[in-house]
């Protein structure tokens, strides 16, 4: 081990993270949570219900109950677990941690692939036919995302604004938000097609499908139109090199009307010199097997925003997700 006796461990605290992580995301998969939000168990009625292996179903329930999900004999969801990781629950993030999180450990089996040879994961690009992964993707994203929207949208500072083109927009969460601040604004999300299936499902489940719509297609194969009072730009940088990034900068500065506004959100990349958050090291890694990209700091996108005509860039840390830089100009 790396530490001396008595000290703290990281490669046990590294391995008990990643097992942790796992098998909740497992229990999230075998639906574990809703099924004691239906009713307690023990590990034999556990086994039963969900047809699970006996040992796998107690051993499961064991390190679910020492990580604080379940308490109790038979077992219980605790407070956290109803609120999070019951899919029926107004709050449930249960797709971005069982679903998706599963996605994720399938882009990272290809890490080291990615970094000896630089090849991705690639789904944008080569994997448009995976419906059930892509459903997990978006949908994930619109729970992780769902409680920082409106104080993203209250960050652009637009008179009244008619017309916003959300790019890669994908769950439409900023665009409803941006709707719901702004009764006369009509918004479009320009995606993938896969992705604006699972969009449009989305946003009908939230009441919102008259006032969003989709387009479907590559952003720099479709464009953005033009005399737009705000484009948007949420979660997509990372998945693009610098060169495409500052291209879709300058697109958006020709598609504003004068006073427009365009807003990038992502996760930031710490200044040169600066503390790297564990959110900013691991999501960065994560998006570079993903894609071949990494996270940008705020200065980076700040620049883009200049260099393309921008005036009055600011940048803004979303008080709900702390890693999540929110950078608006006109």
Request: aromatic share 6%.
């Amino acid at each position: 081990m790396l530490a001396e006796r008595g000290e703290p461990d990281p490669f046990l605290d590294t391995f008990t993270g990643l097992v942790a992580a796992r098998a909740v995301t497992t229990a999230v998969m075998l639906g574990v949570f809703d099924a004691l939000h239906d009713a307690p168990a023990t590990p034999d009625e556990l086994a039963e219900r969900l047809e699970l292996d006996p040992l796998g179903a107690e051993t499961l329930l064991a390190t679910l109950a020492t990580l604080g999900y379940v308490a109790g004999e038979p077992a219980r969801n605790t407070e956290v677990t109803e609120r999070l990781l019951v899919k029926s629950s107004p709050d449930s993030i249960a797709t971005f941690i069982g679903h998706q999180g599963d996605l994720h450990w399938q882009v990272l089996d290809m890490l080291p692939e990615a970094v000896r040879d630089g090849e991705p994961y690639s789904m944008h690009e080569q994997r448009h036919e995976d419906a059930e992964r892509w459903e997990a993707y978006i949908r994930g994203l619109f729970e992780i995302s769902r409680a920082e929207q409106d104080a993203n949208a209250a960050l652009v500072k637009v008179d009244s604004p008619q017309r916003l083109v959300d790019v890669a927009g994908g769950h439409g969460g900023f665009a409803m938000a941006m709707c719901r601040r702004h009764p006369g604004l009509r918004a479009t999300v320009l995606d993938l097609p896969p992705s604006a299936a699972v969009g449009r499902r989305i946003v009908a489940e939230q009441g919102f499908a008259e006032r969003v719509e989709f387009r479907e297609r590559d952003v720099f194969e479709l464009g953005l139109g033009e005399n737009l009072d705000v484009v948007s730009v949420f979660n997509l940088i990372h998945h693009l090199p610098e060169e495409r990034d500052r291209e879709l900068v300058r697109m958006a500065r020709a598609a504003l009307r004068p006073g427009g506004c365009l807003v990038i959100g992502d996760s930031a990349r710490p200044e040169p010199g600066g503390h790297m958050s564990a959110h900013g090291a691991v999501s960065s890694l994560l998006f570079y097997a993903w894609s071949h990209s990494r996270n940008f700091a705020p200065s980076e996108v700040r620049g883009w925003m200049e260099d393309a005509g921008f005036e009055d860039v600011q940048v803004h840390q979303n008080v709900r997700s702390l890693w999540r830089m929110v950078v608006v100009g006109r």
